[in-house]
């Protein structure tokens, strides 16, 4: 899972006396933060400290498509077009995944997994992938070659993949307050590579220039800061995103790297793909 944060959220504690937890870290290349309120022991630190663990290692085993072990991984790598049985947090994710693609017309399409690693492998040596190399992996795309069985899933072409990079941060967000909560920690803020989910509040979060006051919600925000790839072509340069459309198979392309788009929702995964897809849509294609 490579960092695609585009715009740093800034996360004010709370003005109050009122003790407070605060973890920081870096995960598979992405910066996180835990805040959880009316907590200060040694005991209630290391509680929280295991449970933000626990639920990395269960996004990077099932989820996390640049670990070629995990459950994701495996599937992608998988000819079969029999029904798989997958467990059900990679079922869950997939479900969310099918609404995100209902609710954004398509534009949210994790379906693209062969021809994001393609891209950005040729991007990384300044070529872009040419129109007949796109046409040989364009057969293999599409969210409807994705089968969505009763504990299963399944291809109906060999060649897919799924890419979850769109969506798994936020999940892990929305995982990591629901686990907080169940050990009895109510008031809590999940942020991770710009994605972020409260549990009680409000809590403060600066977003560009406007502080947005979360309560029980989440705020997730797309666009490119990291993954950017300049290409020399003759007396210009393009500059190409990591952001695929699916219409021409090719990157968006973007004006500065301080362009993002965010939405805010209840759900942090489906804020977290809803703004990849209106990113997506917002802005021009080469």
């Given at each position: 899972m490579k960092l695609l944060l585009c715009l740093t959220l800034l996360i004010f504690t709370s003005c109050s006396k009122s003790k407070e937890v605060v973890l920081q870290d870096v995960r598979m290349g992405i910066p996180y933060k835990v805040i959880v309120r009316d907590a200060s022991t040694k005991k209630e630190s290391k509680e929280i400290q295991g449970i933000v663990d626990e639920t990395f290692k269960l996004i990077d085993e099932k989820l996390n498509g640049w670990n070629k072990h995990s459950e994701i991984a495996l599937w992608n790598q998988s000819k079969s077009t029999l029904p798989i049985k997958?467990?059900?947090?990679?079922?869950?994710?997939?479900?969310?995944?099918?609404?995100?693609?209902t609710l954004t017309d398509g534009a949210f399409d994790p379906s693209l997994g062969k021809l994001i690693h393609a891209w950005k492998m040729s991007l990384r040596i300044g070529k872009p992938l040419s129109k007949r190399e796109i046409d040989q992996i364009a057969p293999s795309l599409g969210w409807d070659k994705v089968i969505i069985g009763d504990g299963t899933l399944q291809k109906s072409h060999p060649e897919i993949e799924i890419d979850l990079d769109g969506i798994s941060k936020g999940y892990f967000c929305d995982l990591c307050i629901e686990n907080l909560k169940q050990a009895g920690y109510l008031q809590a803020l999940v942020e991770w590579g710009g994605e972020v989910k409260t549990a009680g509040g409000p809590f403060k979060v600066l977003s560009g220039t406007e502080i947005i006051h979360l309560t029980n919600s989440s705020i997730a925000t797309s666009g490119p800061k990291y993954q950017i790839y300049p290409i020399s072509q003759g007396s210009n340069t393009l500059i190409y995103s990591h952001f695929i459309d699916r219409k021409t198979m090719t990157p968006v392309q973007f004006n500065t790297n301080g362009d993002s788009?965010?939405?805010?929702?209840?759900?942090?995964?489906?804020?977290?793909?809803?703004?990849?897809?209106?990113?997506?849509?917002?802005?021009?294609?080469?």
């Open positions: 997958v467990s059900p947090t990679l079922l869950t994710i997939i479900k969310l995944c099918d609404q995100a693609h788009q965010s939405v805010i929702l209840e759900s942090c995964a489906l804020a977290d793909a809803l703004a990849t897809a209106k990113f997506t849509k917002n802005h021009k294609h080469l």
